[in-house]
């Protein structure tokens, strides 16, 4: 009978809507209420914690390495650039040894210099070829320094030096005794 009345009440497609019908009351009550979704959303709140409390333990255990990483790279930052300032200052100067050793460094450990000794010496600005002598004697007359940067074949002159170190007041100290001046690293 119910056969008949589907058919007579327009074919196929009532009886598709039919059973549509029938399917979504069938399977309304079988919806996840709201103890379920509270259960599940219990069960996510556990896990993730249980996954912050691991995550936040690794991180902990990175942060001493990360803290040393960072103040190696710092570190090593100095060292180029005091190796790139020191190349420079003896330029062509250097002995066998140390250009063999400069040599070694540039191919393993990725020490950047620029192959042209002129060029490189171009590249460093005057006051830190100036720190770097100073920092092997306690104070130079700035006569004296001007001399040690031309026998280094630095053409440079007693103003150009002045200039970088009185630009640069907070590395350098500069004195008088009597008429002749004199540099120190502060």
């Known amino acids: ?22 399917l979504y009351k069938n399977t309304r009550n079988q919806m996840p209420g709201q103890a379920h979704i509270s ?3 219990e069960q996510t709140i556990k896990r993730d914690g249980e996954k912050l409390v691991a995550v936040n333990a690794e991180l902990k255990a990175l942060h001493t390495g990360y803290l040393k990483y960072k103040e190696l790279l710092g570190e ?10 020191n190349v420079a ?7 066998l040894e140390t250009g063999t ?29 100036i720190r770097e002598i100073i920092k092997h ?20 002159t007693r103003q ?7 630009t640069h007041r907070p590395v350098f100290r500069e004195s008088k005794r009597g008429r002749e001046k004199f540099v120190s690293l502060k």
């Open 89 to 95: 200052v003896m330029g062509e100067h250097a002995s």
């Open 137 to 156: 004697t306690e104070k130079i007359r700035i006569v004296d320094l001007e001399t040690q940067l031309v026998l280094y074949g630095f053409e440079v």
């Open 1 to 22: 009978m119910r056969s008949e009345k589907m058919s007579s009440r327009g074919g196929t497609r009532y009886c598709l809507t039919h059973v549509a019908s029938m």
């Open 76 to 85: 090593r930052a100095l060292l180029e650039e005091r190796l790139q300032v």
């Open 160 to 166: 150009a030096i002045e200039s970088a170190i009185r």
């Open 101 to 129: 050793l400069v040599e070694n460094l540039v191919a393993t450990e990725g020490l950047t210099l620029i192959d042209d000794v002129d060029e490189d010496r171009k590249a460093v600005p005057l006051w830190k070829i």
């Open 39 to 41: 259960e599940a959303v």
